[in-house]
């Protein structure tokens, strides 16, 4: 009999965590188990975890969010679990989410993911994406399609199978956060498994945002956006024509930045460049109060 375990990573959003922790509770095809991965959230988490003895809970230090699907696939993986279902704490499931993924049609070993629906346009998309010949804005574009080939968002309703993650193993926690889910996703379809989005499977989410246009300070994120870029096209070109890709993108992409018109664009340079160095020297150890162009802003701004 096939078992599946949630994992959820969570990190000072109590209140998102628990409105995504109900509806797992109530989903038509019951969970066997809830992992719940907190990234050392200050703001009473973990004493209310305490309290819920149906969950499943691990306690660690904030290695965002690479460090907590890192954990929680490892852990889930090693109880034994047919099916990882993992999500951050801020998705919502419907509520025949998690059936509609696994009544969908049989791949064997692969990556199932939920449509991600924006929680507050639910005729839009959470999450926009654009190929050569197709894109995916609305959810009708999605609609009434068995399987979406090649097309996911990562970690929002993601169905893997343990066959997976035995072959390709867990999330790199170095990679910290944004772009850690691209090179999961490209990790897997190198090795042949089959990912898809399931669109009768409905998963809300809060919408993307436009990466660039984040202001400062919390614009440093946006480093490692940057910085594990290299990962993901190295996963799909190979290791030297990836790496040369990767120089190119962001040589223009630092260019860019140090050309437009936003404010704090000296700021953005700075950062793009910084991200650009590490990741082509292969430092891929810094957190965000080690990032120097953080720490710049941060005392040319008390």
Known sequence: ??????????????ADLKKCLDTL????????TIFVINNGSTDGTEEWLATQPDLRVTTQANLGGAGGFATGIDTAYKAGYTWLWCMDDDCLA???ALANLLNSPNLGPCIKNSMSVSVNSRDELAFFVDRPNVSYRKVSDMAGLDLIYGVASFFNGTLVHTDVVKVIGIPDKELFIWGDEVEYMTRAQKMGFPVVTVPSSVFYHPASFDRDGIPWPAAWKQYYAVRNQRRVLQNQFGNTLGRVLFASWATKATLQQAMSKRTNR???FLLY?????DSLTNNFRKRPDTIRTLQLYKRNHK
């Open 273 to 277: 460049g910084e991200a650009t160095l």
């Open 25 to 32: 509770r109530e989903q038509t095809r019951s969970l066997d």
């Open 266 to 268: 000296f700021y953005n």
């Open 94 to 96: 419907a509520p025949d």
């Open 1 to 14: 009999m096939e078992t599946v375990a949630a994992v959820v990573v969570t990190y000072n959003r109590l």
